[in-house]
């Protein structure tokens, strides 16, 4: 079953509904952000790859060592910004009960 906001991609269903298989947001904002923010890291990937270490050994290992590693941490966690929702309620879901309540006995106050 589907509903407004899924997208059938890769024999699932994508979208921000309850009936989605897979979160994924696919407003027209979120994917252009996310457009941007893909192309600034693959930009910067190829142009200091490609333009900035010109034969220095010692550029070379710090760019492999440390860049590109914590540029595809960043794009990890894009990706997984992008495709999981935090805030997500199950269609089901029931609040909690709070088991103790605060009097104003225990709050401290006298008179």
Request: proline letters at 5%.
């Amino acid at each position: 079953m589907t509903g407004p906001g899924t997208v059938f991609l890769f024999g699932g269903s994508y979208g921000t509904s309850f009936h989605a298989e897979k979160w994924l947001s696919l407003d027209v904002c979120g994917m252009l952000g996310v457009t941007c923010s893909w192309a600034v890291h693959i930009y910067a990937l190829v142009v200091i790859a490609v333009k900035l270490l010109s034969n220095s050994m010692v550029a070379t290992v710090i760019y492999f060592g440390a860049y590109v590693p914590a540029a595809l941490l960043a794009m990890a966690s894009l990706y997984k910004a992008w495709t999981t929702d935090p805030g997500a309620v199950p269609l089901g879901a029931r609040p909690l009960t709070i088991f103790r309540r605060a009097s104003s006995e225990s709050l401290g106050a006298s008179s």
